[in-house]
């Protein structure tokens, strides 16, 4: 239970008193923060809607000259609620943050490379790795191996757009399962995951690396 800075009142945790409106700087997860039901699949509209009418109501230039207590809490309040904001909007870091509320946590640093990947992931790295000492060189055929490159960036994409849709599915098992049955769920989650930082990680390299060449 949380009491509301202004008027006193004992009320379940909430951003917002039930009974005059003000901000409370209560103890949230991030769905409850935004009324929604605690569930990986998010109706973004009402996310959206949600964000923007709690944040017209707790905003700190509303309570400007109030008491400092007040004051206070809106400020703790709008930091929570932007948080669960650009948590959840995201696939990915609404991911990690389901981990994160259900006690499990994904490797840090992890660099092993995912087994179903690993023949796309070397073959691109090699690619990279030819065209670094091409561009350093100012070898002949430099040309042509970017246009290799930026071709398995194609397919890279592809790629990360699968395990994109992977997570979606993941989110509606996770949903739909109950119990133990969700259990099996969180190494499949973690994988997914891992995944996908690992292929965004090799994209951003991939880009990197063909704007170098453009500029060379």
Partial sequence: MVQCPSC?????PSLVCLRCGSP???????????????????DLPRLEQAYHDLGRRIHPDRFATSPLTLRDSSLRATATLTRAYRTLRDPVSRGLYWLELNG??????????????????????????????????????????GAQVAAKRMDLQ???????????A?????DAA??????SLFAQLKSTLAKIAYMRTLIRDVDRELDSAKAA
């Fill in 178 to 183: 109950e119990g133990n049955h969700r259990d």
């Fill in 8 to 12: 006193a009142r004992v009320q379940e």
């Fill in 24 to 42: 409370i700087a209560a103890d949230l997860d991030l769905f409850a923060a935004l009324s929604l039901p605690r569930k990986l699949q998010i």
């Fill in 104 to 145: 499990h946590k994904l490797a840090e640093n992890n660099q092993r490379v995912p087994q179903d990947l690993a023949e796309l992931v070397f073959e691109v790295q090699e690619q990279i790795a030819g065209l670094r000492v091409v561009r350093e060189r100012q070898s002949a055929g430099a040309q042509e191996l």
């Fill in 170 to 174: 993941l989110f509606a098992r996770f």
């Fill in 158 to 168: 592809r790629a990360l757009d699968e395990l994109f849709d992977d997570l979606t």
